[in-house]
């Protein structure tokens, strides 16, 4: 499995995941803790930081795994 289906795979993970009220999302509390912005995003639209926890923790785990394909085009 390369890099791109891990994320898509961790991506689908996350279905039916759903916001509180006004976008409060663990993504945004996650970007909040780690200062992952310049700004603070709880309360903010959440699809970017979605992304960007989606990325962070695909990378994590591919790095722990030495067998893993990077990038198989």
């Given amino acids: 499995m390369n890099l791109i289906d891990r994320f898509i795979q961790f991506a689908k ?3 039916g ?3 509180t009220p006004v976008n409060i999302t663990k993504y945004n509390q996650w970007a909040d803790d780690n200062d992952y912005w310049f700004t603070k995003v709880q309360g903010c ?3 970017t930081t979605f992304v960007a926890y989606c990325i962070e ?3 994590k785990n591919t790095i722990r795994d030495p ?3 990077i990038i198989k085009m």
């Fill in 13 to 15: 993970g996350e279905i």
């Fill in 17 to 19: 995941y759903t916001e």
């Fill in 45 to 47: 639209s959440w699809c």
């Fill in 57 to 59: 923790k695909t990378l």
């Fill in 67 to 69: 067998k893993i394909e």
